[in-house]
């Protein structure tokens, strides 16, 4: 089984809509959660942590679920520019460094 | 954005012949990680290093080798490539928790 599940897609949305993502991660010890986002043939740039009593930053809202392992990303207003790839991520094993444990991303597709 | 750079950011190389992709970084960071990224898996941990000469195997390491003499530059070896090692290779740096920044990517072809 995956370690973190996510829903490929795609997410095709008109501009102006809410779209939600989900993530399942399957260890129960993890303890820090993320939301990356990448665009086609760049790197994975960080968009934002997940905290345990949920965070927002403008129109992107993250929520954690530590009972259920699921994590959600929420944007609302969609803008064209947010068009890409979002990968849920959570820290790998406590023995690895920092490395971190990705899922392989939820396609959104945002169109005029 | 961060300062990580990666070169070569594309090559092309023969089956069994030794490869080389370098990671350097201008932020002084103390840990710094390969990975790869392809198609219907996501980005998996290829090895990571907690500081000069300290690394440690990831998940996919079969294959890899990796060298850290200097804090700014992680080295990543192939030392005999093969067609499954064909894929993006990313380096990325982290200060001292799990906010992860990374460079541009290396796309490796193995023919």
């Known amino acids: 089984r995956k370690e973190v599940e996510q829903d490929p897609g795609p997410f095709n949305v008109p501009e102006g809509a809410t779209v939600a993502f989900n993530c399942t991660y399957s260890?129960?010890?993890?303890?820090?959660f993320f939301w990356y986002r990448q665009d086609c043939r760049k790197e994975p740039k960080l968009l934002m942590s997940?905290?345990?009593s949920g965070n927002e930053d403008g129109r992107f809202t993250a929520q954690l679920n530590r009972a259920s392992q699921y994590i959600s990303l929420l944007i609302r207003d969609s803008k064209l520019s947010d068009s890409a790839t979002y990968l849920c991520?959570?820290?790998?094993?406590?023995?690895?460094?920092?490395?971190?444990?990705f899922g392989k991303g939820t396609s959104l597709l945002v169109t005029p | 954005d961060a300062g990580i750079t990666q070169s070569p950011r594309h090559k092309v190389t023969e089956t069994g012949t030794p490869v080389t992709l370098r990671c350097h970084q201008t932020?002084?960071?103390?840990?710094m990680y390969w990975y790869r990224q392809d198609p219907g898996h996501g980005l998996r941990l290829i090895h990571y290093?907690?500081?000069?000469?300290?690394?440690d195997k990831g998940e996919v390491s079969d294959g890899y080798s990796v060298s850290r003499s200097k804090t700014e530059d992680f080295l990543l070896t192939l030392e005999s490539a093969t067609s499954s090692q064909t894929s993006v290779y990313f380096c990325?740096?982290?200060?001292?928790?799990?906010?992860?920044?990374f460079g541009p990517g290396t796309r490796l072809t193995v023919t």
């Open positions: 990325a740096i982290s200060a001292r928790d799990y906010e992860q920044y």
């Open positions: 260890n129960s010890a993890s303890q820090s």
């Open positions: 997940v905290y345990s």
């Open positions: 991520v959570v820290n790998l094993s406590s023995n690895s460094g920092y490395a971190l444990n």
């Open positions: 932020e002084n960071h103390r840990y």
């Open positions: 290093s907690y500081g000069v000469k300290d690394t």
